[in-house]
């Protein structure tokens, strides 16, 4: 069905572009271990005999015609870039297979109504702005000419990077489709949990994917002498800080589903001798019904607001991303299964934490996603690792359900 020595060659190469001395993979996007990844799987694209372009944000998709090529194009897509130091399965296994499932088909003489593209969608982590699924924003039309305005860490806009990388920011509403054009879309990614392992199996089919918030908080005190300040005359902005933290991660174990992560801080000026005049931090919350995700942060973005104020501090709090929760297409879901059953393999179905391309996606069309099993659950590490044999279960249950899909 899939050349499955063939797909576990080309990940294990991929793995190789922007890989650090300890086996982990940094590939931010727009930078050149990025543009490297897509030139490699640009090749690929067109061994496997696909039509390649470039979209306006820098997203690469390789279409195989279909018998009607008006017909509206069957979808898969993942990513190619990375976070800090993360694994080489995380997006690379869904292109790659992707594009497996495609060469493999046409190597069988298989033919569909519908064409089929794959999308390598650019900046998924959104990592490097803070700011993730640029791609698929832009191809489904969410995206906002304010956004390639941030920032990273040196100062550069997305809207610069996007130009090192040959593109031209102003053009980016022209990488959106229309719904009309697309029939579904797919997304194969590794599970990067342990549920599928706790069941002991491979394939897992996903029910919806979580909402994610993404906030930087600031809090501004006053900087001052860490010696001749007694405690009760300080504005200790890193003090309020920590305790705002605490807030989060109390009213996220209490929903019992909710995750929340203040994975960035910085405090300024930055002395020992120094009591901090300003901190800033992110904070990531995400859960899959709308409500909770809703109730957790005013919950804490009241008490945020509460502990401040007791303290005599400002508070802001700029919105770098609300993205609500997808669910997955039942019928999808049901295609997928079905795929599983005539494989043989047994599958299970379970929610999404993490965040996909799926999930701007569904703004135009009914989505779906498998997952394959992670070992260990690890994810956004070096050890994130899935087998040869799960991620062959994995790329045969996309083929089928591709096949069926397109047909
Ligand atoms: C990206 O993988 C995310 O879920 O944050
Ligand atoms: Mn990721
Ligand atoms: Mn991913
Ligand atoms: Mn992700």
Same mark, same amino acid.
């Given at each position: 069905?899939?050349? $499955? =020595?063939?797909?576990?060659?080309? +990940?294990?190469?991929?793995?190789?572009?922007?890989?650090?001395?300890?086996?982990?993979?940094?590939?931010?996007?727009?930078?050149?271990?990025?543009? #490297?990844?897509?030139?490699? @799987?640009? !090749?690929?694209?067109?061994?496997?005999?696909?039509?390649?372009?470039?979209?306006?944000?820098?997203?690469?998709?390789?279409?195989?015609?279909?018998?009607?090529?008006?017909?509206?194009?069957?979808?898969?897509?993942?990513?190619?870039?990375?976070?800090?130091?993360?694994?080489?399965?995380?997006?690379?296994?869904?292109?790659?297979?992707?594009?497996? @499932?495609?060469?493999?088909?046409?190597?069988?003489?298989?033919?569909?109504?519908?064409?089929?593209?794959?999308?390598?969608?650019? =900046?998924?982590?959104?990592?490097?702005?803070?700011?993730?699924?640029?791609?698929?924003?832009?191809?489904?039309?969410?995206?906002?000419?304010?956004?390639?305005?941030?920032?990273?860490?040196?100062?550069?806009?997305?809207?610069?990077?996007?130009?090192?990388?040959?593109?031209?920011?102003?053009?980016?509403?022209?990488?959106?489709?229309?719904? !009309?054009?697309?029939?579904?879309? /797919?997304?194969?990614?590794?599970?990067?949990?342990?549920?599928?392992?706790?069941?002991?199996?491979?394939?897992?089919?996903?029910?919806?994917?979580?909402?994610?918030?993404?906030?930087?908080?600031?809090?501004?005190?006053?900087?001052?002498?860490?010696?001749?300040?007694?405690?009760?005359?300080?504005? =200790?902005? +890193?003090?309020?800080?920590?305790?705002?933290?605490?807030?989060?991660?109390?009213?996220?174990?209490?929903?019992?589903?909710?995750?929340?992560?203040?994975? #960035?801080?910085?405090?300024?000026?930055?002395?020992?001798?120094?009591?901090?005049?300003?901190?800033?931090?992110? @904070?990531? /919350?995400?859960?899959?019904?709308?409500?909770?995700?809703?109730?957790?942060?005013?919950?804490?973005?009241?008490?945020?607001? !509460?502990?401040?104020?007791?303290?005599?501090?400002?508070?802001?709090?700029?919105? +770098?991303?609300?993205?609500?929760?997808?669910?997955?297409?039942?019928?999808?879901? =049901?295609?997928?299964?079905?795929?599983?059953?005539?494989?043989?393999?047994?599958? +299970?179905?379970?929610?999404?934490?993490?965040?996909?391309? $799926?999930?701007?996606?569904?703004?135009?069309?009914?989505?779906?996603?498998?997952?394959?099993?992670?070992?260990?659950?690890?994810?956004?590490?070096? $050890?994130?690792?899935?087998?040869?044999?799960?991620?062959?279960?994995?790329?045969?249950?996309?083929?089928?359900?591709?096949?069926?899909?397109?047909?």
């Amino acid at each position: 069905m899939i050349n $499955a =020595d063939r797909l576990w060659k080309n +990940l294990l190469d991929i793995g190789e572009i922007g890989k650090n001395p300890d086996g982990g993979i940094t590939r931010l996007a727009f930078t050149k271990e990025d543009r #490297q990844a897509i030139k490699m @799987v640009e !090749d690929l694209m067109k061994e496997a005999g696909l039509a390649v372009h470039e979209d306006e944000v820098g997203n690469l998709i390789g279409r195989k015609e279909g018998e009607d090529s008006n017909a509206p194009a069957v979808l898969i897509g993942s990513h190619l870039d990375s976070v800090f130091n993360g694994g080489i399965f995380d997006g690379s296994l869904g292109v790659l297979a992707g594009i497996e @499932v495609l060469q493999s088909m046409t190597e069988n003489g298989i033919s569909t109504k519908h064409p089929i593209e794959v999308y390598v969608f650019r =900046d998924e982590e959104g990592c490097r702005f803070n700011f993730s699924l640029l791609g698929s924003r832009g191809m489904s039309g969410t995206l906002k000419v304010e956004n390639l305005e941030y920032r990273d860490n040196e100062g550069i806009s997305l809207a610069e990077a996007m130009k090192s990388c040959g593109m031209n920011p102003e053009e980016f509403f022209k990488a959106s489709r229309r719904p !009309d054009e697309i029939k579904a879309y /797919l997304e194969l990614h590794v599970e990067q949990g342990k549920v599928l392992e706790c069941e002991n199996l491979q394939v897992g089919v996903v029910t919806g994917i979580a909402s994610s918030l993404r906030l930087m908080v600031t809090v501004t005190g006053k900087a001052d002498h860490a010696g001749a300040t007694p405690m009760n005359l300080r504005f =200790d902005a +890193l003090a309020a800080a920590a305790q705002i933290i605490g807030v989060v991660e109390k009213e996220t174990r209490a929903t019992k589903s909710a995750v929340g992560t203040v994975g #960035q801080i910085h405090a300024y000026p930055g002395g020992i001798n120094i009591i901090p005049g300003r901190v800033e931090f992110t @904070v990531d /919350l995400r859960d899959v019904s709308i409500k909770v995700a809703q109730q957790l942060e005013k919950s804490i973005l009241s008490q945020a607001e !509460d502990i401040c104020t007791q303290r005599g501090l400002k508070l802001e709090v700029d919105f +770098l991303q609300r993205v609500p929760p997808a669910p997955c297409s039942p019928e999808i879901i =049901d295609t997928i299964a079905e795929s599983c059953r005539e494989l043989g393999i047994e599958e +299970l179905h379970l929610p999404s934490g993490a965040g996909h391309d $799926a999930m701007q996606v569904v703004n135009l069309c009914p989505i779906g996603m498998i997952f394959v099993r992670s070992q260990n659950g690890i994810s956004h590490h070096p $050890a994130e690792w899935s087998t040869p044999e799960d991620c062959t279960a994995g790329a045969k249950v996309l083929y089928q359900t591709v096949l069926k899909l397109a047909e």
